[in-house]
């Protein structure tokens, strides 16, 4: 049960990109990268793992179910609405944790219950029903009012204090649409501690978006009025503009502890391979500018910032880059690199590689050494994200390309394997890339349309690495491939491949019950 901590400084980290980070269109992931991100986030440190929303698929319960059966440290949530049938199969997933939690919301505000169809009794009398349900199941239930910086506040007091005396042991008061400041956020939760009867007994938590650009913001400020616990992605990663950012809020409380004297158990050195990760699987490519984990965070190009840095490192640094786990060192290795010095580099990345593993990298690293004079840590970490993204066990693999391109027109002639039968195609385009993608849809007919095209270069110069996002939508269904390499149009073409290979796994799954494509899962 997550009693009410005694110790008033210690802010629970609840991390939620497995469930609401994963609502971003187009950054859904498999069963595998859910697993690995959620034992990455069990050894940092997070108190709780929202793993997922249990009765929205018989894939996010196998997910939910089988992070609760590996879990070592985290509480391990899984969220429902506010109905006996969302409850159950939410216990039924993570009643195999160590610690489970039963996440139960309704949404409180005035157009909420305008599309629930309660008036304020009845949504009362729900509240009271569904909470104790999950109390009976579990000992850890977590309630959160949807919209409820947009509920009337006599209101939210109203069925904060219901929930509680139903047998909530943690309220949560979410931020859904980032309309909060921080001033009113702080003022809210003062307000529900001084008001609630019970507020004491339970801990209060915040859940804000980021639509105004304040979520972190806003979280640090509950904190400060008495939340205890801080709802975040890693990343920032979230539908619309995100949630808060784990790494940032973590990071302020570190940084800031003459103003913020509160602390978290999450170990930060492992902030930068999880920013990685998320990044890798989700095809949400982290922004240069983006703080703690953007690229350029620990970069000067000021010639005053340079010469301060020089001079006294904390001049124009707050933190040091191996706060968060970046390595001191990015040493360039090349075609005469083996094994060892390969698996000590990944190690150092944060990544631990069986032999097998190890081998088929290899061959890859080896294959890129022989394309680049120098591969440093940014190439690897490309060559990772594309070996796990783009296997031999997809429906759908390139074989081979070529292209002609030029003022006199352009041409690709694609080969690739479909359920294991080698087929080609032949097309013209409008540019290089159109025709690539031309020629995968002649092999491949679909009716996906491509909603982004993204590519970026790994390292310097005109040898670099280039990673391609893609992001495909079709009939309401969005997904993401990425891929790396020198040649830009292969890796465009494979990063297309990638995204139609999510498709195919997304056109196997549906929801179990029809209401579930009406009904809002936000919060």
């Known amino acids: 049960m ?18 609401d980070g994963e609502q971003s269109p187009g950054a859904t992931m498999s069963h595998e990268e859910k697993l690995e991100i959620a034992a990455m986030l069990d050894e940092m440190g997070v108190d709780v793992i929202e793993a997922g929303f249990p009765i929205a698929s018989e894939g996010d319960f196998a997910a939910v179910s089988d992070i609760a059966k590996n879990s070592k440290n985290s509480i391990i949530c899984g969220l429902s609405r506010a109905n006996i049938k969302d409850i159950d199969r939410c216990w039924e997933a993570v009643k195999h944790a160590a610690k489970p939690r039963i996440h139960t919301f309704i949404g409180t505000s005035p157009s909420h219950r305008a599309i629930t169809n309660l008036d304020k009794d009845e949504m009362v009398e729900r509240i009271y029903q569904t909470v104790t349900h999950a109390r009976n199941l579990c000992e850890d239930v977590q309630w959160s009012a949807m919209d409820a910086i947009r509920t009337e506040r006599d209101y939210l007091c109203r069925v904060v204090e219901t929930a509680i005396k139903a047998g909530a042991t943690t309220i949560n008061i979410p931020d859904t649409v980032g309309y909060t400041t921080p001033n009113e956020s702080a003022e809210i939760i003062r307000e529900l501690l001084e008001k609630v009867p019970g507020a004491d007994q339970v801990i209060f938590a915040t859940h804000c978006h980021n639509d105004l650009g304040m979520a972190t913001a806003n979280s640090l400020a509950a904190v400060e009025a008495g939340a205890r616990q801080v709802e975040c992605t890693i990343n920032g990663l979230g539908e619309r503009a995100g949630n808060t950012a784990l790494e940032e809020v973590v990071m302020a409380l570190r940084v800031r502890q003459d103003l913020m004297p509160f602390n978290t158990r999450i170990d930060t050195t492992k902030i930068m391979n999880l920013s990685r990760k998320v990044a890798q699987v989700s095809g949400f490519a982290v922004q240069f500018n983006k703080a703690i984990v953007g690229k350029n965070a620990f970069l000067h190009e000021s010639g005053i910032h340079q010469d301060g840095v020089l001079k006294n490192v904390e001049t124009f640094e707050i933190m040091k880059p191996s706060d968060i786990g970046i390595t001191e060192t990015n040493i360039a290795m090349g075609k005469h690199s083996g094994r060892a010095a390969l698996r000590s580099k990944l ?31 940014e190439d690897i970490m490309a060559l990772m994200s594309d070996s796990v993204v783009n296997t031999g066990e997809d429906v759908l693999q390139v074989k081979k390309l070529r292209v002609v391109c030029g003022s006199d027109g352009q041409e690709a002639a694609l080969t690739m394997s479909v359920k294991g039968e080698e087929k080609s195609a032949t097309c013209e385009g409008d540019g290089p890339v159109d025709a690539c993608f031309n020629a995968v849809k002649e092999i491949f007919p679909h009716a996906a349309r491509l909603k982004l095209y993204q590519v970026q270069a790994v390292t310097d110069g005109t040898d670099a690495q280039a990673t391609v996002v893609v992001r495909l939508e079709e009939d309401g269904r969005i997904v993401s491939g990425s891929a790396a390499d020198t040649d830009t149009i292969l890796a465009s073409v494979k990063a297309y491949v990638g995204a139609l290979n999510r498709l195919i796994v997304r056109r196997t799954k549906t929801a179990p019950d029809s209401d579930m494509k009406t009904v809002s899962f936000k919060q």
Do not use: C, M, P, W
């Open 2 to 19: 997550a009693d009410k901590t005694t110790d008033t400084s210690r802010v629970l980290i609840f991390d939620t990109t497995l469930r």
């Open 347 to 377: 190690k150092e990345l944060g990544y631990e590689l069986a032999d097998n593993q190890l081998q088929d990298v290899f061959v890859r690293f080896k294959a890129l050494a022989d394309r680049k004079k120098e591969v440093y840590d």
